[in-house]
Every structure is written in C-alpha cells, then in structure tokens.
C-alpha cells in the first residue's frame, strides 16, 4: 500500500504489488487512522514506585532509571537476571539489532519472541523434515496453478483477505480446495471439501490419510526412493490407521477422508499448507510432521506448484524468526549451540565467541519463571502485548506486576505497558524504514513516509543508547540501511542468507527472496527443486502417532474450547481496538457455540455466557451458530477485560517447538 499525505490528512491507497495485487483488507485500509491517534505515546513515562502512576518523564532520565537498574541486577543476580522479549511486527534491522543487544550489550541467553506463540511448530517441523524453514517454500502466485490444495487450521478469508485471491483463482481453474477446521469458516464454506475435525486429533488424519493413499497406490515411489529417507517406519506405523478407526477419532467419516486422499492422491499438483490451528497445540510438531508425510509419499514437495507449506499469521512472523530473537538462533537461521556459527557471529559483532550466551528459556518458560530463583528479574518487552497474548495469562500478569523493572517500548499503552515501571513511545510503521520478509520469503522494503512526533525515538535508537550506557563492546547503529548492511554480513552463508540482497535491489524488483547469497543471485522463489537442506539433500519421513492433548474434555469441563481471530481484529488488539471503523464491526468478545449445545444449557443468542476452563472464566455474548461442532465453542483473542480469551488457554508446551496448546483445552458454559 501507498500512504497519501495531504497536508494534515494521512490516507492509504492499494498499490498493485505483485503479492497482493492491489488487495488491502479493512485493517489496511484504516491502518493511517492510527498515525495521529489521540492514543499515541510522544514521551517517555516512569513510575516513582509499584504503586504509583506513569508520569512523563525525560529520555536521559527514563534511559538512565533502565540502565542503573540493569547494571546493578546483573551484579546482585547474574548477567541472565535481565531477559528480553520481542514481536513478529519488528522490522528484520530491528529483530535482528535485538537479539544483538540482548547478547552483546546484555550478554544475557534469556531472549524470545511471541513467533514463539504463532510459528514454533512448523518451524521446528519443517527443520526436521526438510532442512530449512521458510513460510512457503514457493511463491504465492503458484497457489492457483495447484489441482488440489489442502488447508489444514486455516481461515485466510477473514485473517489474511488479500492471499484469498490465490485461492479463489485456483477454483476458477478447476482446482478442488479442501479445508480442515472445527468450524464452517467463510474460507471453508468455499471449499470443495470441508472435514470438521475434532480438535486435537490432526496426526491421526494426517496418518489415516497416508494410510488411504498408500492402499490405493497414490504414492510415488520413485520420488520416495530417490529424494526421501526413512518412509518404511512411516509407512509400518500408519497401517494401523483403518479409516474406520480414524473417523472414531477425528469425528470425520470415512466417506469424506477417502474423498480427500483421492482429491490429493490424483491430482497432477497438490499442496498442503497448515496454519495456527494443528499448530498451537502441545503436540504441534507432530501435527506438521504428520501433513509433510503425507506430502512427501504423494511426492508432492520439491516440484513446481507442489509443496508443503506454512501460512504464517504476523507482519513479519518470518523474517522475526530468522535473525536471533529466538532463545535458540543466531542471525540467518544459525544455531546457538552450533561453535563454527557462534565464531561466525562473533566475528561480525566484534566479540569474542565466549561472550555470547548459550540458549535460554523459551518465551512461555522464561515469563513462567519470572520471581523464581534464577528467573528474569528485569524484562524489556519491543513490540509485543504479554497481558493478552500468553497463554493463562492471570498467572503471567501477576508475576509481570511483581518484576523488579518492567520496560515496555510501544507507540500505545498496552496493557502490558500499563503495568510497566518504564514505557518508551516508539516510531509507527510509517515514520521509519525497514525490511519486512512476507510468507513466500521475499524480503520487501517499507519507506517512512511521515516524520515521527518530535519526543518519539525509534527501537533502534533505544536499543543503542542502552548499549552506550552500558558500556557494550560492539556498535549499535540507528540507520536502518546500516543495520541491514550488517544484517546481510551476519546471515552470510546461513540458512537465511541476505547476503545478496540490499535497499536498492529490494526496491527496484519487489522483493527478493532468500536464500540470496550475492548480488549476481537471483534470489530463490522456490525451494527443494534439486535437493532438501539436509546434508544428504534428503527430505526426512517422521513417524508420529496420534495421542491425547494436554486437557481432554471430561464431566467437569465437557466441551473443547479453541480460539482464534476475526477479520476485523489483530492479534493483542492493542492498534485495532482503537479504530473506529473496526470497533464497529467487532466491538467486544463472543462465544460461538452450536444452537443444540446452547439450548442444553439453556442459553440463547446474544446472552451473556460464563466460559470457565481451569485457569480462569470469562463472560461474553453468546454467538449461535450451526458451523461450529457441537462439542466445541470458539473465543476470538483479541479482547481484553471480562472477555481476555488467554485467561483461560493451556500453557501445555510442546516439547520440541514450545509452543502452547492455545487450540485445545477443556471447557464449560453457563448463562451468566
């Protein structure tokens, strides 16, 4: 999109870039409302004590309270006393400066993201199965060209409008859409096929599709033979998985799962993509792994128009992942753990590879630990709403009240910056540049358009005087470019390698896809075509059984409560639910619950309904409706108050990504 400023008036226009296409949902269209919000952070704010209020303050006096305090507690208790928590909507320069700062000028290992409450699991899945991890190993443009696609836990109707269009395009030409969800979503109700699954029960679908495919000949055993590893355990493990037995389990009938084996087994291409739905779930790399079998035995990966892929949900859910602000990861996709990546970074950010901390808590486990012995007691959250987007968020409030210093960087007051000891008033998306890297792995460049108010500072601009007050032995820069030049030197010859790619080449192609390991490359829109990135260049089978969630429905909570989002909502909420137009739309929290399952609790539409798991209750209005399963009710995130749906979720962690189980937990409701 293009922003439009005409003197006072800011405004966004669609521009007809090759990913969307001109396409911009509601959100987008109302995103400039937000630049000169009444709302907006233009000063620092302190608190004199736990007690007391924000007041406004000065940056050398807010910087210098942050500074004093970290010193002094990493004295008492411990470089890894001070932890760091970043966001999905970071700029790559700013993602990649924070996992820096956390190691150079902090040198503390406790860093992690909220990627770690969206992405983990196909993250970690697609590592393990296929080398690398990038959204969508292919363009989006190639979606149409695909005969079947399955989506598994997706509803990009409402959550991602513009990408729709790939899909409805697909159907214009014949193609057989099928979608995996609880719920009869606007995306499912375009589908061709549409299996309500139970929730909870993906790897035994995933496995009892194989099994379909496998008795009726849909697989390729050439491409096994030639480009995979380890199917024969696969393939013994999924004989078990009768279609009988899987529809006891899945709730789908065996009509249905025949159907889709033969919709996938036939086609000439075929793609099968999963999102937050197997994925949020304590065994969500299980899930993932379960769909790239699959997709391997029909050889339907490392083709064109084929493949196995994730839809991520932020802004910048893939480039965030990429560059060091996991617990785990060092820019371009390196291992911490890894001595030879560890001595590679070093030598970019001018320390010595024993400096660098080893890998810390994941972000769940390290807000868990906060006031425990060896747990952070100082934490410094860029762009990211811990109060709404952790998981039994009432336990991780009150420790975030308790911290010894709470430092939240934001343009508005969260609600997590309403609980901070210090909150730093940050540039908008507009007011700065930056790369950002979409689903398909390009890496696009955004302009600022507008100056910043006169007292804001940009995350880049903290972060570095920080580092100065401390003392820190490498550079900061402020200047995105200069920060994306060393981007490109520290993500040399990694996984994610930027090398090739810079602000003139961005802008003058659209984008650039990685890995680009120089500027003669010509990037890499699809992946796989010749080899895997394992080091045989083989993709890896995983035999996975299906099992339990962490909570099953029982007497006490006898329904499956998932959350998820609506169209005219964002993640925390913390910009949308200051526009207008969208409050409109989706002013408050609901409960979607079937009219039958309503009606035994004797509640009606629009009542106000008690949702109780056990970590917490909520109350909401009541929303009826036939598309959803009977033995499950639907909560949107994006709300706070009464209606806060993280209140309620599992922290069940999954125990290869970490990812909780915000898809599945057991549930009751009353009329309020």
């Known amino acids: 999109m293009t922003l439009v400023v005409e003197g006072e008036k800011t405004t966004v226009t669609s521009r007809d870039f090759p990913t969307n296409k001109g396409g911009l949902c509601q959100k987008g269209w109302t995103s400039a409302s937000l630049l000169h919000h009444p709302d907006r952070l233009t000063a620092p704010l302190l608190r004199d004590s ?4 924000l007041r406004a303050a000065s940056w050398d006096e807010a910087l210098d309270r942050i500074a004093t305090f970290i010193r002094k507690t990493q004295r008492e208790y411990g470089k890894g006393s001070i932890g760091v928590f970043g966001g999905g909507g970071l700029t790559n320069e700013k993602a990649y400066m924070l996992g820096k700062f956390a190691r150079v000028a902090l040198q503390t290992p406790q860093i992690d993201y909220n990627g770690r409450f969206c992405m983990a699991s196909a993250a970690a899945a697609s590592i393990k199965a296929l080398g690398l991890d990038r959204g ?17 836990g997706s509803n990009v109707a409402e959550t991602m409008p513009p990408v729709m269009q790939y899909f409805q395009e697909q159907a214009k030409n014949g193609g057989s859409l099928i979608v995996v969800d609880p719920r009869l979503t606007p995306t499912a109700a375009t589908a061709k096929l549409h299996l309500q699954i139970t929730p909870g029960t993906d790897v035994a679908l995933a496995n009892g599709l194989l099994n379909i495919a496998i008795r009726k000949r849909y697989i390729d055993e050439g491409f096994i033979a030639s480009r995979t590893s380890g199917f024969d355990q696969v393939k013994r493990s999924v004989a078990t998985y009768w279609p009988d037995r899987v529809e006891r389990i899945t709730g789908i009938s065996e009509k249905q799962l025949v159907q889709c084996a033969d919709l996938l087994g036939t086609a000439a291409t075929a793609m099968i ?5 197997p994925e949020q779930q304590s065994k969500g790399v299980d899930n993932v792994l379960g ?10 990966v490392g083709k064109r128009y084929c493949g196995y892929g994730c839809i991520t949900g932020q802004g910048n859910g893939q480039g965030g992942r990429e560059h060091g602000q996991k617990a ?5 996709y390196r291992s911490i753990a890894n001595p030879e990546h560890r001595r590679y970074i070093a030598s970019v950010w001018n320390v010595p590879e024993s400096s660098i901390p080893i890998a810390g808590k994941s972000a769940y486990e390290m807000l868990k630990q906060i006031g425990t012995d060896g747990g952070v007691r100082g934490l410094l959250v860029f762009g990211s709403n811990l109060m709404m987007s952790a998981p039994k968020s009432a336990e991780i409030e009150a420790k975030l009240r308790k911290m010894d210093l709470l430092v939240v960087s934001d343009f508005f007051l969260s609600e997590t910056g309403q609980l901070a000891d210090v909150v730093l008033p940050s540039t908008q998306w507009a007011e700065e540049d930056g790369t950002m890297t979409n689903v398909e792995g390009r890496v696009l460049l955004r302009r600022a358009a507008i100056a910043p108010p006169p007292n804001v500072r940009s995350d880049l601009q903290i972060m570095a005087a920080l580092a100065d007050r401390l003392n820190s032995p490498s550079q900061f820069a402020t200047t995105p470019e200069v920060v994306f030049d060393e981007l490109r030197r520290a993500s040399a010859g990694g996984v994610a390698d930027y090398a090739g790619i810079s602000y003139q080449r961005i802008q003058r192609e659209d984008g650039v896809f990685w890995p680009c390991p120089n500027e003669d490359h010509a990037g890499t829109p699809r992946l796989f075509l010749e080899r895997f990135a ?11 059984e299906t099992r339990a ?21 964002y993640q925390s909420g913390t910009q949308t639910r200051r526009v207008e137009e969208l409050n409109e739309k989706s002013p408050a929290a609901f ?12 509640v009606g539409a629009q009542d106000e309904v008690r949702v109780t798991t056990r970590r917490g209750t909520i109350t909401v209005k009541a929303v009826l409706t036939n598309t959803i399963r009977m033995d499950t009710i639907f909560v949107p995130f994006h709300f706070a108050g009464t209606g806060r749906a993280n209140l309620l979720t599992n922290p069940a962690l999954d125990p290869t990504s970490k990812m909780p189980e915000f898809k599945v937990c057991a549930a009751r409701i009353e009329k309020a």
Do not use: W
């Open 50 to 53: 736990k007690d007391g209020p």
């Open 136 to 152: 969508l190993p292919f363009p989006l443009a190639d979606i149409p060209r695909a005969e079947t696609i399955m989506l598994v």
């Open 273 to 277: 993509l999963t999102a937050r739905g």
């Open 291 to 300: 769909f790239i079998n699959l997709a391997l035995a029909l050889g339907k």
């Open 328 to 332: 785990d990861q060092l820019p371009g």
């Open 534 to 544: 394992t080091e045989d260049g083989k993709a890896r089978f995983h035999k996975v």
């Open 549 to 569: 969630s962490a909570e099953e429905p029982d007497a006490e909570y006898p329904l499956y409560l998932t959350t998820g989002r609506v169209m005219a909502q």
């Open 591 to 602: 409960a979607e619950i079937h009219p039958i399952t309503a009606r035994s609790y004797g």
